[in-house]
């Protein structure tokens, strides 16, 4: 387990749930937490996220284009099926502007065909709309 990062999977709710308990000091730690969620995504075959970041400050651009350019070519590969990972945020409201405005646009990008994220400042909202994700 990553020292700033708390990773459990809800089985009755096929979600793996990852709370930052303290801020990542460095970019190196910010690639480190998402490569261990890939691997335990990988040992759950869970692709439903809910990402618990209310302790850190919000992602940078940076960090988002990391994640378009390095992590989300990876995520074909950590999955029996092509699936795409589900990317739900826990966010403070006051951040929640952040996400929408820089984070989510540029994950949106159409070269992504891996990584589907969405912004919430509520727990109830952010597992509905994973659950919206799940096939019936």
């Known amino acids: 387990m990553q020292h700033f990062l708390d990773v459990s999977y809800r089985p009755q709710e096929h979600v793996l749930v990852a709370r930052w308990i303290q801020q990542m ?12 969620l ?5 040992q759950y075959n869970c692709p439903f996220w809910l990402l618990d ?3 850190c ?11 378009l350019e390095e992590f989300c070519p990876l995520v074909p590969s950590a999955f029996r099926s092509a699936e795409l ?3 739900a945020h826990l966010v403070f409201p006051s951040h929640l502007v952040h996400y929408t405005d820089i984070v989510l646009p540029i994950l949106a990008h159409p070269t992504n065909q891996h ?3 969405a912004a919430f400042i509520d727990e109830g909202p952010t597992i509905a709309w994973l659950h919206g994700q799940q096939p019936a």
């Open 115 to 117: 990584y589907q994220a």
């Open 25 to 36: 000091r460095t970019d190196t730690d910010f690639a480190a937490g998402y490569h261990y």
């Open 38 to 42: 890939l691997q335990k995504a990988r």
């Open 57 to 67: 400050p919000p992602n940078c651009a940076r960090q988002a284009r990391w994640l």
């Open 53 to 55: 970041v209310r302790r």
């Open 85 to 87: 990972i589900y990317s």
